[in-house]
């Protein structure tokens, strides 16, 4: 007769005790010949039942591990390449924040602070101004992991430890680990002036890109983004929905180019006689209820005011 066994209790798992009944351990002896029934075979069912949550909990934390699609705190700051960076800096400056900085070794490249957001401006004479890349966040960022999730999706990467996924008509998406902001090589640079900053800006709203083929840009977003949130037809718009901030795809006009076509400030109230009192171009075609301007470049951006 199998006698019951002092098998102790080890990583969480029951003794068979505590598995089954007195009635159901006298059924189960009944089903086989006492020589059919092993110590050795019992400790193995037991070994398997144990190690079944410990590996279901393995591969859940592998699934959520998954570089892509993304676990983003939002998108962060934009790049714009631009003829003369500084005399960008300071006209976005007198609007966000005149506190300007800037990379403490050549070449020269300003930031400008929107919020939790920034920009960052390069580039140099005879270029033609472009709003180059922007970027996300990410948690528990691992960058050798994430570009190999991005190339075995077929999305090309730029060269490098900082190269970024690259959309078919060429816009870049940067990532960067939690939490982000100015890098440890960014110094201060100067005050534009003394005044106070036309608006005050609480962080990035949205990006809005102009896209040649709009299914396959949704395609690809889809893969950093996760399936979009809304779609309107007109104008034939899509939306992802990047935590706190959107990232939106509209399909080009005939004859336009692609591009990113605008950003979207969150600021705490939009005043537009400061903004004009500065010589800004405020644009009153727009579909989307916010403030637009043109930059000194002819670059488009949107003012959002929470009230």
Request: glycine fraction near 8%; proline fraction near 7%.
């Amino acid at each position: 007769m199998l006698k019951s066994q002092p098998w102790a209790e080890a990583d969480g798992c029951p003794s068979f005790d505590m598995l089954t009944s007195q009635r159901e351990r006298c059924d189960s002896i009944a089903m086989f010949r006492p020589q059919e029934v092993s110590r050795r075979g019992v400790l193995r069912a037991f070994g398997t039942a144990c190690a079944a949550p410990s590996i279901v909990g393995w591969m859940a934390a592998t699934a959520s591990a998954a570089p892509l699609p993304l676990d983003t705190t939002g998108l962060e700051h934009v790049g714009f390449t631009v003829p003369d960076p500084e005399a960008a800096a300071k006209f976005y400056g007198r609007i966000f924040d005149p506190q300007l900085f800037q990379e403490k070794n050549p070449p020269p490249r300003f930031y400008v602070r929107f919020g939790s957001a920034y920009a960052a401006f390069g580039g140099s004479a005879g270029v033609a101004p472009k709003i180059d890349h922007f970027c996300a966040l990410v948690k528990d960022y691992k960058a050798a992991e994430t570009r190999k999730a991005v190339e075995e999706a077929g999305i090309t990467m730029g060269a490098g430890p900082l190269g970024m996924p690259t959309d078919a008509d060429g816009m870049r998406l940067q990532l960067l680990g939690v939490p982000g902001g100015l890098a440890k090589t960014i110094i201060p640079a100067y005050r534009v002036n003394q005044d106070d900053a036309a608006v005050q800006p609480i962080g990035m709203d949205h990006i809005m890109l102009h896209v040649a083929d709009l299914e396959r840009s949704v395609k690809h977003y889809r893969t950093f983004f996760g399936k979009e949130t809304s779609r309107t037809t007109a104008p034939a718009r899509v939306w992802f929905t990047v935590a706190k901030t959107r990232l939106g795809l509209e399909q080009v006009a005939q004859g336009e180019a692609a591009s990113v076509h605008h950003i979207c400030i969150r600021v705490a109230r939009v005043f537009p006689e400061r903004l004009k009192a500065l010589g800004v171009e405020i644009l009153t075609d727009n579909d989307e209820e916010s403030l637009r301007f043109r930059d000194l470049n002819g670059l488009l951006m949107e003012l959002k005011g929470e009230s």
